[in-house]
Structures are given as structure tokens and as C-alpha cells.
């Protein structure tokens, strides 16, 4: 909040105790970015890119009519940053905050 830029490769991944349905908003966010939703088991399932600066309307981590809508971890980068790594549903992510016994990619 409050950041006027964001370079390249950075972010914050935001990670719940549990999958759960989220929503995000852009108060106080000065700067556009993109919000990337992993499930549980490390997998993209929603990206909403260039998110508006200031704006309060809530950004669903889901599309309408996912059927799994829980989310784990949502990783916050500068607007465009998405498209410039290529980043799509369906990819996956490794991260020590994922169960191995779950994860898609698990750490080793």
C-alpha cells in the first residue's frame, strides 16, 4: 500500500492458514498490479491483471462458476508483470508453504 512503483521480480505473496474463498481491493494501492490465485496445491487458478489503483471494488479470486474456489496463497505484482513472465492458469508453483504430499510441484 502507498508504493509508487514495484520493479520487476518483486511482490508479496499473501499465504492463509487454509484454502478459503478471498477477495482483495485496491485501497490505497497507488500503483496497478496483477493478483495471481494458487490453490492448494500450488496450481494458478485466476489471475486478474492491471488492477485500478484506489479502487475499492472487490476482486474475487475466482472466476464466476469455478467449482473450486478456496484459495491458498495470492501473490501480488506490478501490473503487466503477469504477462510479461507468461504467467497463466494452470501453472504451477513450488513453495515451502504447500503440503508436499498435495502440491502440484513440490518443493524438495
Same mark, same amino acid.
Do not use: K
Given at each position: 500500500m502507498?508504493? !509508487?512503483?514495484l520493479p520487476?521480480?518483486?511482490?508479496? /505473496?499473501?499465504?492463509? @492458514?487454509? #484454502?478459503?474463498?478471498?477477495?482483495?481491493?485496491? &485501497?490505497?494501492?497507488?500503483i496497478?498490479?496483477?493478483?495471481?490465485f494458487f490453490?492448494?496445491?500450488?496450481?494458478i !487458478?485466476?489471475i486478474?491483471?492491471?488492477?485500478?489503483? /484506489?479502487?475499492?471494488? @472487490?476482486? #474475487?479470486?475466482?472466476?464466476?462458476g469455478?467449482? &473450486?474456489?478456496?484459495?491458498?496463497?495470492?501473490?501480488?505484482?506490478?501490473g503487466?508483470?503477469?504477462?510479461?513472465?507468461g504467467?497463466a492458469?494452470?501453472?504451477?508453483?513450488a513453495?515451502?508453504?504447500l503440503?508436499?504430499a498435495?502440491a502440484?510441484?513440490?518443493?524438495?
Amino acid at each position: 500500500m502507498f508504493r !509508487r512503483n514495484l520493479p520487476a521480480g518483486e511482490g508479496m /505473496l499473501f499465504v492463509y @492458514p487454509e #484454502p478459503q474463498p478471498v477477495s482483495f481491493w485496491m &485501497r490505497n494501492t497507488l500503483i496497478p498490479l496483477d493478483l495471481i490465485f494458487f490453490d492448494e496445491t500450488g496450481v494458478i !487458478r485466476h489471475i486478474h491483471r492491471n488492477a485500478r489503483p /484506489l479502487d475499492e471494488t @472487490p476482486i #474475487p479470486g475466482a472466476a464466476v462458476g469455478d467449482p &473450486r474456489p478456496d484459495r491458498l496463497m495470492v501473490l501480488e505484482i506490478a501490473g503487466g508483470e503477469a504477462a510479461r513472465l507468461g504467467l497463466a492458469a494452470g501453472q504451477q508453483l513450488a513453495h515451502p508453504a504447500l503440503d508436499r504430499a498435495g502440491a502440484a510441484w513440490p518443493c524438495r
